[in-house]
């Protein structure tokens, strides 16, 4: 079973189109939520760490969410330096990954 | 700014040799971690490592790997005899505190085929 389910698996944006990422995970005791970004043929980029369900954390044009079974990665005017894909990832007592949205945004 | 430093950063060797991947975790942090990807999948964790010991590890990571902190500034991963399915990139990472306290950074990766 998966841990960590990240939806849509590609997402399409003008530039300027808000939109949001979904994260949901199964993971009874979740010890922590961490979003980062993947550019084409490097490692992730730390965005942010989510504790608690009610959470927020900001980041220029970037606000994650926390639920008890989901986080959100809201994207508000995006520009086409913003397309990469953003992973999800979740501690219990391992630390894992989602597949990742890959994200394009056209000028 | 401080980074994560891996070599090399693309490795083609033959079925059943010996690879040893190289990494320079930022000098003043703690933790060190091994992560693969194979391609079009997810990132996926191997070991943990800290106090000169593994302190996690997941079933990927088997008699075929280990991993060494061989001075004070190396973190090497050695996969032992090496099988097509270890073709990946493999993420070298470090953190200050433990994982679920602080944040990974990543290197840029050491891909690795298995012909």
């Known amino acids: 079973e998966d841990q960590v389910t990240q939806s849509p698996e590609a997402l399409r944006l003008q530039e300027g189109e808000s939109s949001s990422l979904n994260c949901s995970y199964t993971?009874?005791?979740?010890?922590?939520l961490f979003w980062y970004r993947q550019d084409p043929g490097k490692g992730p980029e730390f965005l942010f760490t989510?504790?608690?369900a009610g959470e927020e954390k900001e980041k220029e044009r970037l606000k994650a969410t926390l639920t008890k079974k989901e986080s959100f990665l809201h994207i508000t005017a995006p520009k086409p330096e913003d397309s990469a894909t953003y992973l999800c990832?979740?501690?219990?007592?391992?630390?894992?990954f989602g597949t990742g949205t890959s994200l394009t945004v056209i000028p | 700014e401080p980074e994560v430093t891996q070599t090399p950063s693309h490795q083609v060797t033959q079925m059943g040799q010996e690879v040893i991947l190289r990494c320079v975790p930022i000098s003043n942090h703690l933790y060190f971690y091994w992560y693969r990807q194979i391609l079009g999948q997810k990132v996926e964790f191997l070991v943990s490592?800290?106090?000169?010991?593994?302190?996690?590890k997941s079933e990927i990571f088997d008699d075929q790997f280990s991993v060494e902190r061989p001075d004070g500034s190396n973190f090497t991963l050695k996969i032992r005899s090496t099988k097509l399915e270890d073709s990946a990139m493999y993420f070298c990472?470090?953190?200050?505190?433990?994982?679920?306290?602080?944040?990974?950074?990543f290197g840029e990766g050491s891909r690795l085929t298995v012909l």
């Open positions: 490592f800290y106090n000169n010991e593994i302190s996690e």
């Open positions: 990472a470090s953190s200050m505190d433990r994982v679920d306290t602080g944040e990974l950074f």
């Open positions: 989510l504790y608690s």
């Open positions: 993971v009874s005791g979740l010890r922590g």
């Open positions: 990832a979740v501690q219990d007592y391992q630390f894992y």
